[in-house]
């Protein structure tokens, strides 16, 4: 026979089993509401949302060595994310070169004479570098490369700091990203900044806000049109996530 006292302790145990499950299972759901569109251009840079492994350990404390424990029990260990991309300068002449074989009508997201997106397999890309490599007037300039883990962010960063009206200002080119795994997909968001100190000014020649989500086994031709008064433009190739 089981004691009152224990009975107690039984059905408290149980009832905190149910309401942990209920809890994983709140956390783990996606608003209803939400749509994830292939390509959602920002108009700020982006702010991390919390993942749901993140807010169990924030409900229950993340500094509580028996949290960490559950939450890898309950979500698995954090996978991790390879970004690396390609930073190609190209002038519009060179670029009519390529267009063609890129087929600007099948894109998956085509801001006309703004910004072009593709998602294309890791045999593209490599197709399209090579191009790139041939075509006079086509620079790669870096190969900007971060690994960071399921439902966090890194960024990399290579230039240098100037002081402006007394302020420090970053001049180069910057690269943050943040991956959400999912069973299809990787949800990528991105902000991507190329500057340079012009007439002791700071001038921003690229400038990208986006949020990708990237069918697994693609990786994203990103193409951005000069502007007003510019004379080149910009690709951004990102290899294969998954």
């Known amino acids: 026979m089981i ?4 009975a107690r302790l039984l059905r408290l145990a149980g009832l905190t089993v149910l309401l942990v499950c209920a809890l994983i299972t709140f956390l783990r759901q996606r608003k209803t509401t939400e749509t994830l569109e292939p390509v959602t251009i920002l108009t700020s840079p982006f702010v991390l949302p919390a993942a749901p492994r993140d807010r169990f350990a924030m409900t229950f404390g993340q500094n509580r060595r028996w949290v960490a424990r559950a939450e890898e029990a309950f979500f698995g260990k954090r996978k991790s994310v390879t970004i690396s991309a390609d930073i190609i300068e190209f002038s519009v002449p060179a670029f009519t070169n390529l267009e063609s074989a890129l087929n600007a009508d099948a ?3 085509n801001q006309t004479n703004v910004l072009n997106a593709w998602f294309l397999t890791e045999s593209q890309l490599k197709e399209i570098g090579q191009r790139i490599s041939r075509t006079p007037g086509m620079v790669t300039l870096t190969h ?3 690994q960071i883990a399921d439902g966090m962010g890194g960024t990399v960063f290579m230039g240098q700091s100037v002081l402006m009206n007394g302020k420090p200002e970053e001049i180069g080119f910057s690269m943050r990203c943040a991956a959400t795994l999912h069973e299809d997909s990787t949800e990528m968001l991105t902000e991507i900044v190329q500057s340079e100190l012009n007439s002791a000014r700071v001038q921003t020649n690229l400038a990208i806000n986006a949020r990708l989500n990237v069918p697994n ?3 994203i031709l990103l193409v951005k049109w000069p502007g007003n008064n510019e004379t080149n ?3 951004i190739v990102v290899h294969s996530l998954q």
């Open 233 to 235: 433009g910009w690709g």
């Open 3 to 6: 004691r009152p006292a224990r």
């Open 107 to 109: 894109s998956t997201f």
């Open 144 to 146: 900007p490369r971060l």
């Open 217 to 219: 086994g693609k990786g």
